[in-house]
Structures are given as structure tokens and as C-alpha cells.
């Protein structure tokens, strides 16, 4: 496991992607933890921590410019309650092959993928990320429907269990 430290923040791969964003490459060097982010000094739109063994995903500074979080296949179970002061232009998060159960965050998403993940086999999933996240606009790589999110059984507060079983009501 490789700590994550300023110099190694400087040394990773750092280039404009494909849809000109500016990119920092932090895929596959087994860190366990989030730290020293303040030495991107808030330059990156995207972040790449893919196939590392976070396991809590929070410790993030202020950074402003960050739109893209990419942290598929890490071990995170827990979403930090202050994610989206942290990162407040947060749009894009793919936490694909994790081990998150339940969602706590209600950040301002609108792209989120959790495939692969406990919370997936909840009873009316994709209702249930609706509701924690109303504004998202593709979950698990799908678009969400405008139907189904301006249904009033998606915004309710309560549980809803639905009459029937028909794909409308569920996706």
C-alpha cells in the first residue's frame, strides 16, 4: 500500500482527457487512505482513484474546479457527511464495485453509477437513489426518466410500495 502524499500527487499522470478536462491519474497504486488532496491545489476537474483499497470516501479539501470522481473498484462502505462542502461542483461519481449499503450523501449529482455494489439489491433501487438524490439525471450508466422522477412517489418521504409490477413503476 502506497501512502498518499504530496510527492506522489506531483509524479502521477496528469493530462487533458478526452472531454478537456484536466485529469490527475491516481489508478492502482493501493491507497488506503484520502489525504494531502491540497496539493492538487484545486487544478483538476477529474480525479482517477480507481482500483486503490479506500475504504471511506471523504478527506477531500475544498476543491472548487472538481467535477468527475472516478472510484470504481476501491473498498469504500461509507460516503463522508460533508462531501458535498468539500466538492461543491461535484457532478459526475462512479462507484462502481465497492461495498456501499445505504446512502447518506445528498449531494447535487447528476451522473452516479453504483453498480456492483449491496445497495443495488435494495427493493426499488433506482426509486431509492431518486429520492436521496432527486437532480440526478443517469444512474448506473442509464438515463433516468422524467416520468419517473417527477412521479410525487419518488419525492415522498415515506416508503412507497407500489400496486403493481410493471417496469413503468419501477424504472
Known amino acids: 500500500m502506497v501512502k498518499l502524499s504530496a510527492e506522489l500527487i506531483e ?3 496528469q493530462y ?6 484536466r485529469e490527475l491519474d491516481l489508478r492502482g497504486y493501493k491507497i488506503p487512505v484520502l489525504e494531502n488532496l491540497g496539493a492538487t491545489l484545486d487544478q483538476f476537474d477529474t480525479i482517477d482513484f480507481s482500483d486503490n483499497e479506500v475504504r471511506k470516501l471523504d478527506g477531500f ?5 472538481l467535477k468527475t470522481l472516478l472510484m470504481n473498484n476501491n473498498r469504500i462502505c461509507r460516503i463522508g457527511e460533508n462531501l458535498e462542502q468539500s466538492l461543491p461542483d461535484l457532478r ?20 452516479c453509477s453504483l453498480l456492483k455494489n449491496p445497495v ?18 443517469v444512474l448506473d ?3 433516468v426518466k422524467l416520468k419517473v422522477k417527477s412521479d410525487p412517489r419518488t419525492r415522498s418521504q415515506t416508503r412507497w410500495v407500489p400496486t403493481c409490477c410493471c417496469p413503468v413503476c419501477f424504472y
Open 141 to 143: 450508466f442509464q438515463k
Open 120 to 137: 443495488t439489491n435494495k427493493k426499488h433501487y433506482r426509486l431509492y437513489v431518486i429520492n436521496k438524490i432527486p437532480q440526478i439525471r
Open 11 to 13: 509524479q502521477a499522470a
Open 16 to 21: 487533458t482527457n478526452p472531454v478537456r478536462d
Open 92 to 111: 459526475e461519481l462512479v462507484l462502481t464495485n465497492n461495498s456501499i449499503q445505504e446512502l447518506t450523501c445528498s449531494t447535487v449529482l447528476s451522473a
Open 61 to 65: 479539501p475544498l476543491l472548487k474546479r
